[in-house]
């Protein structure tokens, strides 16, 4: 199969999409040329840096018919448009019961690997599922990447496309013909019979690294991928964790209320796979600090398959939950 | 008051009707908001019904406005059913947003308005990207932005202005500069007096009218939808108002204002300027105003009933239309 980069997986399903419905148009602060190339200026807009006014602008043309994607980039740069992700796409549809749809997808890139520092490194998703009337998604492959932003683009509600910015060059196979990824469906990326790793984006590779190296020693490790964070299917990583008996969650992001939190608790909350816990959940996050420049302090803040092992290995040994028998 | 523009007296008449129903309306909502039945809170909008009506007076049905938190003339101005209106402050299935809006959340779509919005400037860039629609839809549509002077404050309005004139939409800015942010004087958060004054800022043209002369409302929007449609782009229209009200109907709500300007505004009300003029004019006379104050009463009373007799929302509800299908 031919392969693709994460970052031309994205614009193929976008290019693909746009020339299947006109109603489709993209705002971001600079075109994007092989967009601007394709499909002018009329549809591919260059706005001014203004990320509160261009994402209200997608809220309204949604709401008028239009099937706008607004690219703020950096995820960073999408807090200056905070009352209109929250306060407005979120709860436009609800607020006023349901009368007309707005399909809107915003796309962000996020993340750690650059060393520039802690405002462009930047895995703030948690803040966002926390909000009601958001869906969202964070790919590990140019594959997911291609299926899951093509049913986004197609999907009547405000999507959020986060894009992990160490994996925009990395190379995938992507089959040519048409696909599309529900939201909602977790992916096994490998399967193993001793632990669960539960892992997002770049951190899933690291996890496959991981795996890699824990079976010279005999360890079997399950990996797998949510790709979806709302809807996210709780149910595919219940089953792993009831086979395994062991979990390990590792991101990207901070662990204080984040997704890895958000994990532990489906896990816990779930009585068929509490009861079958062996160990104490293990998360292997960032730091939570505001991400440093100098590559000794932003390496020791992330995880990566290092610190993936020593979580596998601490829930090896670990004992589980004393039970009355 | 400005010389009646060419138009028939029916309209005319008709402008009249929509200034009483809208005053009438509030009047009820005002009562029963003290009564307990409506709930949450209530922002009235009398002493400057001759903006909204004066405004939606010169669009056609297809052309979109946004509102503010103080969206009740808007809504009426620009057509709405007032049994559905009034369903919703009462909280019941049968509101234009089936209860989950209330006062500050009406909109109705199909008839182009795009919401009360609770944010104070939350809704002029939504409101933008329908005048983008608009311009890509290319059937001469417009759209148009009520917004308070303590909006024109706020980012959202600067950065709209910068990008409507830029991409010469047809948009229509309409401050409704009522001399008070809540309860802090305009005068103490402007660097100038007018805020059409900002217009030249953007490159577009920003005209001062009495906001209580609702020909002289009607006139300078009618150019500036005319510009608009011909596609030169957004105007700015600042119209001088004052509310007669407090900033909400609480109970026990402050307000610093000055009771002798309040009364000096109620002597310049619209309603009764327009009744004048149209008697001066021959256009109405006691009976034909008693005709219309019963009708408007009838109207006002069924929607009352209609709201009274309607379910509340089953408890269930709440978790309808998170996300369209």
Same mark, same amino acid.
């Given at each position: 199969m031919r392969e693709l980069t994460y970052n031309e997986a994205a614009l193929e399903a976008v290019a693909e999409e746009m020339r299947r419905d006109s109603k489709i148009f993209y705002m971001s602060t600079d075109a994007l040329p092989p967009l601007l190339n394709e499909f002018g200026p009329q549809r591919i807009k260059a706005t001014p840096i203004t990320e509160a006014a261009f994402t209200g602008i997608g809220i309204g043309a949604a709401g008028c018919g239009f099937r706008p994607i607004v690219d703020? %980039?950096? !995820?960073?740069?999408c807090f200056v448009a905070m009352d209109q992700i929250v306060? @407005? =796409? =979120?709860?436009i549809h609800y607020m006023f019961g349901g009368q007309v749809t707005f399909p809107l997808l915003f796309r962000a890139a996020v993340g750690g690997?650059?060393? !520039? $520092?802690? @405002?462009? &490194?930047? &895995?703030?998703?948690s803040m966002f599922m926390n909000v009601a009337g958001l869906k969202m998604f964070l790919p590990s492959t140019p594959y997911d990447m291609k299926g899951l932003l093509k049913t986004a683009i197609r999907d009547n509600n405000p999507v959020i496309s986060f894009e992990s910015s160490r994996l925009m060059g990395r190379k995938g196979p992507v089959p040519e013909e048409d696909y599309a990824i529900p939201l909602g469906q977790a992916d096994v990326k490998r399967e193993g019979r001793d632990v669960t790793v539960v892992a997002l984006a770049w951190l899933v590779h690291e996890a496959l690294a991981a795996a890699e190296a824990l079976d010279k020693e005999g360890v079997s490790v399950e990996i797998v991928d949510? %790709?979806?964070? !709302? /809807?996210?299917? =709780?149910e595919t990583i219940c089953n792993s964790v009831r086979k395994t008996g062991r979990l390990v969650i590792a991101d990207e $992001?901070? /662990?204080?209320?984040g997704f890895s939190a958000e994990i532990a608790a489906v896990v816990a909350e779930d009585a068929a796979t509490f009861e079958r816990l062996a160990a104490p959940v293990k998360r292997v996050c960032a730091?939570? !600090?505001p991400i440093p420049y100098s590559p000794v302090l932003e390496n020791h803040v992330f995880p990566d398959r290092n610190r993936i092992i020593a979580g596998i290995r601490e829930v090896l040994d670990a004992k589980g939950p004393a039970r009355a028998v | 008051m400005s010389l009646s523009p060419n138009l028939p007296p029916d309209k005319q008449r008709e402008m009249l009707h929509q200034m009483l129903m809208i005053r009438r309306f509030e009047e009820r909502a005002s009562a029963d908001y003290l009564a307990g039945k409506i709930y949450g809170v209530v922002h009235c909008y009398i002493g400057e019904e001759a903006v909204a009506v004066g405004v939606c007076?010169? *669009?056609?049905?297809d052309d979109r406005i946004i509102s503010t938190h103080r969206g009740h003339g808007h809504c009426i101005a620009k057509g709405a059913d007032l049994n559905r209106m009034m369903a919703e402050l009462y909280g019941r299935q049968t509101g234009y947003c089936k209860g989950k809006g209330g006062s500050m959340h009406i909109a109705d779509f199909d008839i182009g308005m795009l919401g009360a919005n609770g944010?104070?400037?939350?809704g002029i860039s939504i409101i933008t990207g329908a005048g983008l629609a608009a311009q890509m839809e290319g059937k001469g549509g417009v759209a148009v932005s009520f917004f308070g002077d303590g909006a024109s404050n706020a980012g959202p309005f600067h950065e709209c202005l910068n990008i409507a004139a830029a991409w010469k939409l047809p948009m229509i800015y309409v401050c409704e500069?009522?001399?008070?942010a809540a309860q802090t004087a305009a005068a103490v958060t402007h660097? *100038?007096?007018?805020?059409?004054?900002?217009a030249v800022g953007y490159g577009i043209p920003g005209v001062v009218v009495d906001g209580n002369d609702i020909f002289a409302v009607y006139q300078a929007t009618n150019r500036a939808v005319e510009r608009a449609r011909a596609g030169e782009g957004p105007t700015l229209i600042e119209c001088k108002t004052y509310r007669w009200?407090?900033?909400?109907?609480?109970?026990?709500?402050p307000d610093p204002r000055d009771p002798a300007e309040i009364e000096a505004w109620k002597g310049r009300d619209p309603i009764t300027r327009l009744e004048r003029q149209l008697r001066d004019q021959g256009h109405l006379d006691d009976a034909g105003l008693r005709r219309m104050e019963a009708d408007v009463m009838r109207v006002l009373e069924a929607a009352v009933t209609f709201a009274e007799a309607s379910p509340f929302p089953l408890p269930e509800q709440a978790t309808d239309d998170v996300f369209a299908a």
């Open positions: 703020w %980039r950096q !995820v960073t740069f306060n @407005q =796409a =979120a709860k690997g650059g060393l !520039v $520092a802690a @405002q462009h &490194s930047q &895995s703030p998703y949510p %790709r979806s964070l !709302v /809807p996210l299917d =709780a $992001a901070g /662990p204080t209320a730091l939570q !600090v | 007076s010169t *669009l056609k049905r944010i104070v400037a939350g500069n009522n001399m008070y660097s *100038l007096s007018d805020v059409a004054a900002r009200r407090a900033h909400t109907e609480r109970r026990g709500q």
